[in-house]
């Protein structure tokens, strides 16, 4: 992968949830183009560690750099702006939301999509209105421009008819579907998946995962959450096993399914293989 | 009785109607000033700077411990005194029941912003999404479908309650079956017809309700 452009990096990234720390000083990088499945037991962290790519969550110590520039450094980010508007702020945003929200996150967040466990698609918008929501608002792109797109990314992934329906009216894995359109309709360089299949029945499993594998075949730089192994084998450029809060082992898929190093990497895989 | 009760409306049926007009009034304009009075609240209630958030819960809690009646009587004694300019008793009576129904608005837009599930939230945010945009396109119309039911029934609540103007004789239902009865001396049938308004209009509004939230439910499944 050297010589490709970094598209993510972390270095010692730590993250507590009260008491516990879930990530212990994360280092690693992302190359644009590459595929890279996380595994790793059940409350390891690799979602807070997904998470703490968008800043979805905050880490309290650590360096996350987005295509070179910083994206956040815990030791900096402490002395916040004062200004007016700032404080307008604090007295009227939620507080989960203003788990910082500021240009630049805001600007890195529009090229770095995310596709969750449980879809999360707005049930109040339209498949189409879902996808344009974010072009038309935050990259001005005209609404006749946006849909056009949209209905391209729909034609795409088979759910072009569905353009009018409301997300109530579609299958979990439509759902997440039109999630993963939804992400790419704002042109990321890079697309997070966090376990997109775990909550969809067997039968719906396969269409998500095929469009996913179209994604990443095509180049798209794609981090992704799994537990479907034989998925990970298939797709993945690089495989990272978390465990103890640490990338314990990576490598290969061969290296990692075939001749893992590591007494923990073998116990995990040999419960779910 | 029904034969006092029918001379009685044919007679002051036009103050009756005077008074459940301002009944009417009062009823909808507090719950429509208590409305943006009470998401201002919740956004601070929910907000990260302490300060503004204790205060706003001091005033819910306040609003919420002591009798309404009270808060009128606060808000008719002191309000003329403290205000530069003459304020009728209508004027402070509205004032106080803003204040009350502020309150209890308040909480009910939080319960419904905080009905709406987080992920909602974190896809927005992972979008890009603006905090205004945010809020205003994702958050809020999913929790208005939370908010308006309820605040169908402060106005219920509100109709009710005005009645308590009439210890002011600020001009409402009750007021008015007080002037008929002090007037009359014929205390039930006077007393039967403002009732009867109460009911027929609380009980219609109810019936409203109950279809306009059915709807939007079914609107919801069909769109
Ligand atoms: N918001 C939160 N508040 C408190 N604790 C949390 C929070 N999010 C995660 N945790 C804790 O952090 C640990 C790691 O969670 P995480 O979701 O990252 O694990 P995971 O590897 O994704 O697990 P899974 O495979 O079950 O999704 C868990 O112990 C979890 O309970
Ligand atoms: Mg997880």
């Avoid at chain 1, 056009?148 to 997440?176: C, D, F, H, I, W």
């Avoid at chain 1, 990443?216 to 192994?229: D, F, W, Y």
């Amino acid at each position: 992968m050297n010589g490709k452009r970094e598209i993510l990096r972390t270095k010692a990234l730590h993250k507590s949830f009260g008491k516990e720390e879930v990530l212990k000083g994360i280092d690693s990088a992302f190359f644009e183009g590459e595929t890279v499945a996380i595994i790793g037991a059940s409350g390891g962290g690799k979602s807070t560690f997904l998470r703490c790519l968008n800043l979805l969550e905050t880490p309290e110590a650590g360096e996350i750099y987005f295509e070179g520039e910083p994206l956040m450094c815990a030791k900096a980010d402490k002395a916040s702006s004062r200004s007016a508007k700032e404080m307008l702020r604090t007295l009227f945003l939620a507080r989960e939301t203003t788990a910082k929200n500021t240009g630049a996150v805001r600007t890195a967040r529009q090229r770095i999509g995310m596709v969750f466990q449980h879809f999360n698609v707005f049930p109040h918008l339209s498949v189409i209105d879902n996808i344009t929501l974010s072009p038309v608002l935050e990259k001005n792109i005209p609404k006749a421009e946006a849909e056009k797109k949209a209905e391209e990314l729909l034609e795409r992934v088979g759910l072009l008819e569905k353009k009018n329906e409301y997300p109530t009216r579609l299958s979990g894995g439509q759902k997440q579907r039109l999630a993963i359109v939804r992400a790419l309709a704002m042109e990321p360089d890079v697309m997070l998946f966090d376990e997109p299949t775990s909550a969809l029945d067997p039968e719906m499993v396969k269409e998500v995962l095929d469009v996913i594998r179209d994604l990443a075949r095509s180049g798209m730089t794609t981090l992704i959450v799994t537990h479907e192994i034989g998925f990970a084998r298939e797709v993945a450029d690089r495989v990272l096993f978390i465990a103890d809060g640490l990338i314990y082992e990576e490598g290969t898929p061969e290296e990692i399914f075939d001749r893992p190093q590591k007494e923990k990497t073998r116990q995990f895989l040999s419960k779910v293989l | 009785m029904l034969e006092d009760i029918g001379k009685l409306w044919a007679r002051y049926g036009p103050l009756y109607m005077e008074g459940l007009w301002g009944t009417l009034w009062m009823s909808l304009l507090t719950v429509l000033v208590a409305t943006v009075i009470g998401t201002a609240v919740a956004l601070i209630r929910n907000a990260r700077f302490r300060p503004t958030r204790f205060l706003m819960k001091c005033y819910i809690e306040v609003v919420r411990g002591t009798p309404i009646l009270l808060q009128l009587y606060f808000f008719w004694l002191f309000l003329p005194k403290i205000m530069p300019f003459e304020v009728s008793d209508t004027v402070s009576i509205v004032t106080a029941l803003i204040f009350n129904s502020g309150a209890y608005v308040a909480e009910v837009v939080r319960a419904g912003i905080q009905a709406v599930d987080h992920g909602q939230t974190e896809a927005g945010l992972s979008l890009g999404l603006g905090r205004w945009h945010l809020f205003s396109r994702i958050i809020y119309p999913q929790a208005l479908k939370n908010i308006l039911p309820a605040l169908g029934n402060e106005f219920i609540m509100m109709i009710k309650e005005t009645s308590l103007a009439s210890v002011f004789f600020v001009s409402e239902l009750t007021t008015s079956y007080k002037t008929v009865q002090s007037v009359t001396f014929k205390s039930i049938p006077s007393l039967t017809i403002a009732g009867v308004i109460y009911f027929a209009m609380t009980f219609l509004l109810t019936r409203l309700l109950g279809i306009l939230e059915r709807r939007m439910k079914s609107n919801e499944r069909k769109a």
